[in-house]
């Protein structure tokens, strides 16, 4: 199984952004910022909604999301659709400061690597699939 790279800085760009649609790697920045939302949700208690709150509301976890992010765990192909849908949906909450929960819900899902990340593995598997 190939796998987006999470040190792109290791090897070639084009090997970098070599997955499939099983599973992508996320890179140290994107891990980066996942950890810091959950950093700054711990101390101010906001951003995110929590398994059960999202559920509820039948919509994905920020902190979920933020723990496999920050874990290094690996990504459906799935999983960054949803990721790319997020910050399409978000990008007008996320420039509070470091207190604001817009703010942090975006750090949760990888922040702005995240959003790069995700569009670059989209358009990567996009365009291997037109070819195929």
Sequence with gaps: MQRLLAHPR????????????ESFSP?????????????LRKKYGKGGL??????????????ARATSLANGESVSYETIK???????????NK?????????????LWG????????????KMVEKRQSNE
Excluded: C, Y
């Design 10 to 21: 290791k090897r070639s760009r084009k090997k970098a952004l070599r997955g499939d649609a």
């Design 27 to 39: 890179p140290s920045p994107v891990r980066a910022a996942a950890r810091r939302g959950l950093e």
């Design 50 to 63: 929590t398994t059960q709150e999202a559920g509820k509301q039948g919509i994905g976890s920020g902190v």
């Design 82 to 92: 949803r990721m790319a849908a997020f910050f399409s949906r978000h990008a007008k």
């Design 95 to 107: 420039s509070g400061g470091e207190d604001d929960a817009g703010f942090i819900a975006w750090q």
């Design 111 to 122: 922040g702005d690597s995240g959003k790069a990340w995700a569009n670059r593995v989209i």
